[in-house]
């Protein structure tokens, strides 16, 4: 199988330096970290990719069997680390994907040597002595709607998401991504995202890690990233000045910058 093809990967910066994997969240594609890469790719190697089902990757190999779990799109990052035989590099996870890069990297230890987790969520529903943000009315309630009516799913929930409401053009990018996704595809990737629970699997983190949260996100709360930089002892926790869910689009300066400092720091 041609991992590159099935995958849409894409290769920038300094071929001579260390590697930043970047991985999308639910409803996107690779296209969203594009206004942080070129700040990356001036110091680093970045490699891109899509998850089968997403964005420009191959959709006729996707299943719901594998990507039903995180263990699938897990495997996808393996399968381009392998591909491209990257050592030690540093996983650079948006949302849900920030879980995936947990589970690769106990699936193929040696290939990530870094986690950054931008705007993670290891559960998104309350727990006694845990808030995720939401109940499991909550969430039973949202995963109804998307499988009810995607398209007006995606354009009532992206929004929300994006925050930042007063830069709507934000918000309607992030619709757009959402609404180009096929909705079956959508609908098996949101459960997964929305109902898996992979506290347990941050303690199995053992590698230099970034958490990155922002002030203010009605998907993942401060207390979130609290957990995250709890249950992890060697993170670092640091706080954007930004709203919303999505900073590598809101505010791309500066994610990039502190992504920057964290490689930095590590040399």
């Known amino acids: ?18 590697v930043l994997l970047l991985a999308h969240g ?35 190999a996707w299943s719901e069997e594998r990507y039903a779990s995180l263990h699938g799109y897990a495997a996808d990052v393996v399968d381009v ?6 050592r030690r590099a540093v996983f650079v996870g948006h949302s849900v994907s920030a879980m995936v890069g947990v589970l690769a990297a106990q699936a193929a230890p040696g290939r990530i040597g870094a986690l950054v987790m931008v705007t993670p969520s290891p559960c998104y529903i309350d727990d006694e002595g845990y808030r995720g943000g939401f109940s499991t009315a909550d969430i039973d309630e949202l995963l109804d709607s ?10 009532a929930m992206a929004p929300v998401i994006m925050g930042n409401p007063e830069r709507p053009e934000l ?14 595809i959508a609908r098996v990737f949101a459960r997964t995202t929305f109902l898996t629970d992979s506290r347990e ?13 922002c002030e203010q996100d009605a998907i993942a709360p401060r207390e979130v990233g609290a ?26 300066e500066a994610t990039a910058e502190a992504i920057l400092d964290f490689l930095e720091s590590r040399r």
């Open 81 to 86: 680390c392998e591909e491209l035989d990257l």
């Open 26 to 60: 639910f409803g996107c594609d690779q296209n969203m970290w594009r206004l942080v890469v070129p700040a990356l790719a001036e110091r680093y190697r970045v490699v891109l990719f899509d998850y089968v089902g997403s964005g420009g990757s191959d959709l006729s």
């Open 146 to 155: 998307l499988e009810a009516n995607y398209l007006g799913w995606s354009s």
């Open 171 to 184: 918000g309607r990018e992030l619709t757009n991504s959402f609404c180009a996704t096929d909705p079956d």
């Open 201 to 213: 699997d941050l303690k199995s983190v053992s590698v230099p890690t970034l958490v990155l949260e």
């Open 227 to 252: 957990y995250v930089h709890a249950a992890i002892p060697s993170s670092r926790l640091v706080t954007l000045a930004a709203t919303g869910h999505c900073p590598q689009l809101s505010a791309p």
């Open 1 to 18: 199988m041609d991992i590159r093809r099935r995958n849409n990967v894409k290769v920038t910066g300094r071929g001579d330096a260390p």
